[in-house]
């Protein structure tokens, strides 16, 4: 079963300067580390309901609660970290891991 973790970032000051930073040396970083199946950016259109005011949602993808860990790890992981910190991308963001819904007995 896949796990995915996801990073919701708030609306910064400059949303300019953060996605120059975000795509510019963020995502690459995250995108070389193992066990990671997908990256999937989505920046926020339209709020409807809710404070704070959102930017972007990214998915990191892994094929299972096991793969995560083991990425979480691992040197490349560390490197994306310490980029976002740098930055400071962590200032605006919320970190969590979830899996699929599955009913009972499918």
Same mark, same amino acid.
């Given at each position: 079963? %896949?796990?995915?973790?996801?990073?919701?970032?708030? %609306?910064?000051?400059? @949303? *300019?300067?953060?996605? #120059?930073?975000?795509?510019? $040396?963020? =995502?690459? &970083?995250?995108?070389?580390?193992?066990? &990671?199946? *997908?990256? +999937? =950016?989505? +920046?926020?259109? +339209? #709020?409807?309901?809710?404070?704070? /005011?959102?930017?972007?949602?990214?998915?990191? =993808?892994?094929? $299972?609660?096991?793969?995560?860990?083991?990425?979480?790890? $691992? @040197?490349?992981?560390? *490197?994306? /970290?310490?980029?976002?910190?740098?930055?400071? /991308?962590?200032?605006?963001?919320?970190?969590? $891991? *979830?899996?699929?819904?599955? @009913?009972?007995?499918?």
């Amino acid at each position: 079963m %896949t796990v995915s973790y996801f990073a919701l970032y708030r %609306t910064p000051d400059d @949303p *300019a300067d953060f996605e #120059q930073h975000y795509f510019g $040396s963020h =995502v690459p &970083l995250v995108e070389k580390t193992p066990g &990671l199946v *997908a990256n +999937r =950016v989505h +920046r926020v259109t +339209r #709020q409807f309901v809710g404070e704070p /005011g959102y930017h972007l949602l990214a998915e990191l =993808v892994f094929e $299972s609660p096991e793969a995560m860990k083991e990425a979480f790890r $691992s @040197p490349e992981w560390a *490197a994306a /970290g310490k980029d976002l910190g740098s930055w400071g /991308g962590t200032d605006l963001v919320t970190m969590f $891991s *979830a899996e699929p819904h599955r @009913p009972e007995g499918d």
